[in-house]
Each structure stands twice: as C-alpha cells, then as structure tokens.
C-alpha cells in the first residue's frame, strides 16, 4: 500500500498501481483513509523519544544505554529494540 501511496505522490494513476500491485482499489483508498492504528502511534512516539535520547547524548549513547534510559512505559515485549533497531537509523548498527 505504501508503495502506491509514493506513485500517487508522485502524480501516478493510482488505478494501474494497483493493478500491477494485485490490489483492490478500494482496499487501497481504505487502507489511505484509516487513521493510524494505536501500534503506529505508539512506535511514532518511541522512535521520538529514542532520537532524543541519542541526540540529547550529541550521539554518544548507543543502544543499550538508550533501552536503560528509555521511559518505563516504552519497557515493554516488542517495545524498545525493535524501534532500536528501526528508529530512523539513528541506531541500527547499535553499540
């Protein structure tokens, strides 16, 4: 879906892109107009708080001292290390 979404960014029919894609153009336009999921939100408002952890550290704290200083109510299974390992690459290659 996000794949159509750049096409149509970029002044592409929508309608042969999903074609091409196998999709449902109602799917598509459905999926476009859906609000955020709650799982979206939270990861937004984590990678937020990684990056500024990093960059409050002027990029000397690598992953494991970001997860110790990450706030308890991102602690949680599935939580920190995957936005660690995704937060805008900030921290991909990780300490």
């Not at 042969?16 to 937004?44: F, I, M, Q, T």
């Not at 708080?49 to 997860?67: D, E, F, K, L, Q």
Request: net charge positive.
């Amino acid at each position: 879906m996000e794949a159509i979404r750049v096409m149509a960014g970029e002044h592409l029919p929508v309608q042969p892109a999903c074609r091409v894609l196998h999709v449902a153009e109602s799917g598509y336009y459905a999926w476009r107009d859906r609000p955020p999921s709650n799982r979206l939100v939270k990861h937004a408002r984590l990678t937020e708080a990684i990056v500024g952890i990093h960059t409050a550290s002027r990029g000397t704290y690598g992953r494991r001292r970001v997860h110790a200083d990450t706030p308890p109510w991102h602690a949680q299974p599935g939580g920190v290390m995957p936005a660690l390992a995704c937060g805008g690459g900030v921290l991909a290659s990780g300490v």
